[in-house]
């Protein structure tokens, strides 16, 4: 059962444009979501995070927005570029597990220029 | 940089054979995993070390799969027999138990091509 889920699986958005990924969780106890980004050929690498206790992080041109109440979260890329173009991965950690996360399947996007 | 080295890059295998994944992970972490990756089902977690003891496995993993930490810097990731289904890219990551750095830091990873 994945207690990670994403939407889309895919997605092309035009230079410039914003994307939105969408990452949902079953699991109340988890309290802490990172994002990794992942090119072909390399391992996930982490992109930016959240805390359970926050509602928005930015980093640059990337946001996450969290809504604990729906146990949803989502991830903006504003003013998309052809290097964003990589799979997005959402991941959840709860306090009672240590450094385990747990992954979604992920969502590749295409910035096309 | 002394990040999580994984070998071999790329392994293929006859179905029936025994491969065994490395990784060593980034120096003085003391949590280790190792994952599967399938566009399908994303990241699966195999196995999971602190401090070289199992803390999980991943319960559909168990007959075929075995990891081990042989000491705090060097794992494997033993399949046998090897499967078709087997074909994946296997990551290792490494993680420190404490403070702020929650992140996990993977390798590049094993891409398994079982025939």
């Known amino acids: 059962q994945q207690q990670v889920r994403q939407s889309p699986q895919s997605l092309t958005v035009w230079e410039g444009e914003t994307a939105i990924l969408n990452c949902s969780y079953e699991d109340s106890t988890f309290n802490y979501f990172p994002w990794y980004q992942q090119f072909p050929g390399e391992g996930p690498a982490l992109l930016i995070s959240?805390?359970?206790?926050?509602d928005k992080k930015e980093d640059g041109r990337f946001t996450i927005f969290f809504n604990k109440r729906e146990k949803k979260l989502s991830l903006h890329i504003t003013d998309s570029q052809p290097g964003d173009s990589a799979t997005y991965f959402c991941a959840a950690r709860s306090a009672n597990s240590g450094t385990y996360q747990r992954f979604g399947t992920g969502t590749k996007l295409q910035v096309v220029p | 940089d002394a990040g999580v080295t994984q070998t071999p890059r790329h392994e293929v295998a006859e179905k029936g054979q025994t491969i065994i994944l490395k990784c060593e992970p980034v120096s003085g972490h003391n949590d280790l995993f190792w994952y599967r990756q399938t566009k399908i089902q994303g990241l699966e977690l195999l196995s999971y070390f602190r401090s070289k003891s199992l803390m999980e496995d991943g319960g559909a993993f168990k007959d075929r799969f075995k990891a081990e930490m042989l000491n705090s810097s060097f794992s494997t990731l033993k399949i046998q027999p090897t499967e078709p289904k087997d074909s994946a890219v296997y990551l290792c990551?490494?993680?420190?138990?404490?403070?702020?750095?929650?992140?996990?830091?993977f390798g590049h990873g094993t891409k398994l091509s079982v025939l």
């Open positions: 959240i805390r359970s206790v926050s």
């Open positions: 990551a490494s993680s420190l138990e404490q403070g702020a750095a929650e992140r996990l830091f």
